[in-house]
């Protein structure tokens, strides 16, 4: 039996039912009434025999895969005309939970396919402004001192289609899947760098992976001797091809194509090496004709992932809004949720521990009436900085680019529970 | 050229070569001389061009997998005689990095094989001593709260051999594999609980799992009350099927079996239900031919796992030993490694963050002269409890028994560079 309880005025966080983040954690189902809980039935106390309960189930094997149930959960892709390796492939953040993204689904963008590299034939080489140029192979690393960062990687083009004037009638995984999330494992940049010698001058890096594009990047020196990586490990296991293997570079918190993949070389330079990847690509077009380069670190950001579009709401009543907050300039801080597009906020609840430049997952409790809602999320990182509304974004900075998009995200929740992309 | 510069006395911190666990950290390689760093290459500044740079590699797919060059990084498993799925498969720890096990090699320990459940027919009943039965479908726990917790999981009967009066010839993944770590997801338990009511006088739950075997394990009230979660999500992506889709019980620290996977029914009781997997399993028989019953947080223990047997030790030089450490009664707060078999002891570096009831990698520089050694680890955690030595364990408990062996493990480096297990 459905009481239907209304929220009291001190349970209510912000307008269009948003309650307060702590209701479960600290007070559980009794503080709002238990029957307001979702869809749950009073049980006869026998359960049906299932099939499976009745005959031994499958063998041990090797290597895990997903439940057959589950094929859904997969990345999306797409290729340039012409290519199958060249494009991206997304992650399917509104089916996921966490933090973690699991490696067969952590997005993909390649500039020519995923190269088969043989890890024994593979080669690391530091040369350029250095006292001792050094090749390493994958098993002369694997001696070095190693460290561990759980890290974001977003794709510098992810939410692109925000710029738009009209919202893309999409969900989290085409307008947001081009971010992932895994726990990196690797020896420090700053150990190889010391072991070759910085010369002085040298302020820059280029990174080069062995793909067929060559695509290559110039790294700050600063970046490098501070927290990267060359990643061998990926959640555990060795980087999958996809995301680098046998290596690749990991710079936390910078634009995804920086971190780059089947790295083979790095030169050490006076200043950036302007190549194809960081002029053709990878800049931001301001409304003045001018161009913003270098933008390294991905800004506070955030996205609702429940309720999102193509998951359909149930009957009305209490629902958790769940999301994913990041920022490359360090931890988040504080995410905060409103219901009402943005007219009142109420604080989230963050998954301990919060790590920088990784993902936080944010969760908070929702009543929803049954009736129309815009669902927003907001950001703040500690060096102080607040996700800005799409329409600030574009104010400052103009709609001619296609990268580093990081305004709020709205969802329109509609009478019936159709959940859609809005601008707001 | 090799210069094969000696610790000074500040450098050396353990006897038989062990440095101190900032060496890396603080000051980099510059500290130690570089050149004793292994194996690097005074380098041509030219690579070869490998045929993978030539030619556009693979196209993207929509469920990643490993390198063909990582096929051996795999679980390995037996079965009971006349059956395929009732046994145990084992994580390969020393071909792994970091702290998370990808969930393709989580560990497994069936009594009847992997349950096929259809999600959709899928029921969780809870019932016995409560105000209200209730039965849940995955949609409508869907609908609640969740939260996560990177947490270990160990078979009970992990690390028995070392039981044996002889030391198995055997590495990591046999003699240590029952023990792997994940970001699980779901629903706490005390929510649901909350929900039906629990009664006066209830101070047990029976959790049951819809295998064939029907497994189930009595669990304290409390326990379920605390940081219990019905898991929906391992790292990310929905609990394999292998580790109990669509739900499973989560305890954190507790013995492998009473995180209950296919968890269909929670019944509340008075006492313990004394069920078959708890009173003819799962018990440690003493030398005075009683048996302790109910152990249920796995004790403080940790693994070095680089290096370790079938792991080839290069040329003398400096290495990293790394290992595993993990405590069911909460966060380690050290982890000591010794390179003479116990006589003296430095201390690791811990890579943050560290986690209660999840598994914590520890590093130490090591200066291998090539000649003998004996490595070990020796894990505390923050009730001040210390992992014993396996003498002090098997003087304290006997050797009857198979289960919660959570003794020091001993490996020898031979001259030459071989690694076994050995009693030290």
Redesign the interface.
Known sequence: MRRNKRPSGAEQAAGNGLLHRRL?LSA???AIG?SA?????????T??I?P???????????????????GK?????A?APG?????T?RTPHH????????????F?R?H????????E???L???GRVK??????L??LM??????RVAFIECAGNSSVLYQKEPAQAGVQPIHGLLSCA???GV?L??LL??A?VEPGAQWLLAEG???S?MSRSVPLAKAMDDALIA??Q????V???NG??MRLLLPGYEGNMNVKWL??LKLTEGPTMTKDETSKYTILLNDGKSLQFCFAQEAKSVITRPSPGLTM?AA????I?GLAWSGYGKITKVEVSADGGASWTLAAL?E?V?PNAIT?F?A?WRWDGGPAVLQSRAADDSGYVQPSRAKLIADRGARGAYHFNGITSWSVAQGGEVKHVYA
């Open positions: 479960f559980g189902a009794a238990s809980l979702p869809e749950t039935t009073a049980a006869a106390e359960l049906a299932e499976w309960m009745k005959t031994p189930g499958s063998p041990f094997t090797a290597y895990g895969q997903p439940s057959k149930y589950a959960i997969i990345r999306t892709f290729s290519t199958t390796g060249t494009g492939s089916l996921l939970e966490g933090t973690i993204t699991p490696n067969g689904l952590h993909e390649h020519a396919g995923i190269p088969d590299i043989n890890p034939a593979h080669r080489l530091i040369h001792r140029p050094l090749v390493f192979t098993d002369s001696r070095y001192p190693m460290e561990s726990e990196w494992t420090r700053a150990t010391q072991e010698g062995a793909d067929a060559g061998i490990y959640n555990g296991e060795p999958r091809p996809s293997y046998p083979r070389r149930g009543g209490l629902y958790e769940a998954q521990p790590l997952r969760r409790p």
